[in-house]
């Protein structure tokens, strides 16, 4: 099986599978296997989501994941690449920090993060994992972060001195 990106003719969507991995269940007649895939879809226009689902085999478990992931895009406010101010985010043992960076810096982001980050369409952050290292909750906080952004007001970044001042006479 070919992991990475997979971007479909018909689809505006990129996808990434970000973890497959083999569950088990007992019944009478012993074990049934299954397959759960985390998967991160998105638009690199700053829509972005995720699913986990499971399925009989990898490629079924893929692709229930990819059609629920669609239906839980948020949106993620961009300026020139990057994200517009730093966030931390929290879901239950896993903890996310995002740093806009720079142009030319790229993604500097590590396991389940850069994904995400990847196929919402950001070139430049600077991203740090703390505590979990589990991959569904990191991906989660990383989401919860993106959603926790708020666009810059529109009269950010001006001096004073630009600034028209009309006197009175």
Do not use: W
């Not at 226009?45 to 085999?57: C, Q, W, Y």
């Not at 879901?91 to 030319?104: D, W």
């Not at 810096?105 to 994904?115: D, K, S, W």
């Not at 952004?149 to 006479?169: F, H, M, T």
């Amino acid at each position: 099986m070919r992991k990475g990106n997979t971007r479909s003719r018909d689809s505006e969507f990129e996808q990434k599978v970000v973890e497959i991995s083999r569950v088990t269940r007992v019944v009478a007649g012993g074990k049934r296997m299954r397959f759960r895939a985390l998967v991160v879809i998105g638009d690199k226009k700053g829509r972005v989501g995720m699913s986990l689902k499971k399925g009989a085999d990898v490629s079924e478990a893929v692709k229930k994941a990819s059609g629920d992931a669609k239906k839980e895009l948020i949106s993620v406010p961009m300026v020139r690449g990057t994200i517009p101010h730093q966030i931390k985010a929290k879901y239950k043992a896993s903890v996310v920090m995002l740093k806009p960076a720079p142009p030319g810096t790229g993604v500097i982001a590590g396991g389940p993060i850069r994904p995400v980050v990847e196929v919402a369409g950001i070139s430049n952050i600077v991203c740090k994992m703390m505590g979990s290292a589990s991959k569904i909750n990191n991906v989660k906080a990383t989401l919860k972060a993106l959603a926790g952004l708020r666009q810059p007001k529109a009269g950010r970044g001006e001096r004073k001195s630009d600034n028209k001042i009309v006197e009175k006479k």
